[in-house]
Nanobody, 128 residues
């Protein structure tokens, strides 16, 4: 059983920064193909940033240049550094991981299809 647990959400002013963490326990397929997703009220869940199956960081266009995904393999923890936050970034942020091989290259890593385990989410609020 793989269990991602997110933390680090909170309230921040527009232009501010937050760092989200996701501790992943259990037996994942490997250290790659892990990602951050978000869902705002009334909107569909969208991929924000992922590390694809080849170990490359993949970003949604809306966050490229502002968000950075990183992982500490020794701590089995995934991070999302979010800078220059905007009101549009306010959402529940979820971490996703997989326990078996799936196709997870490039932009596919920003879709939900490669992942079979999801965290409970951490909320990010951005005030103007």
């Amino acid at each position: 059983q793989v269990q991602p647990v997110e933390s680090g959400g909170g309230s921040v002013q527009s232009g501010g920064s937050l760092r989200l963490s996701c501790a992943v326990s259990g037996k994942t397929y490997n250290k790659n193909c892990v990602g951050w997703f978000r869902q705002a009220p009334g909107k569909e869940r969208e991929g924000v940033a992922s590390i694809d199956g080849g170990g490359s960081p993949i970003y949604a266009a809306s966050v490229k240049g502002r968000f950075t995904i990183a992982q500490d393999n020794a701590k089995n923890t995934l991070y999302l550094q979010m800078n220059s936050l905007k009101s549009d970034d306010a959402a529940m942020y979820y971490c996703a991981a997989r326990s078996r091989w799936t196709f997870c290259q490039g932009l596919v890593a920003l879709t939900s299809s490669p992942y079979n385990y999801w965290g409970q989410g951490t909320r990010v609020t951005v005030s103007s």
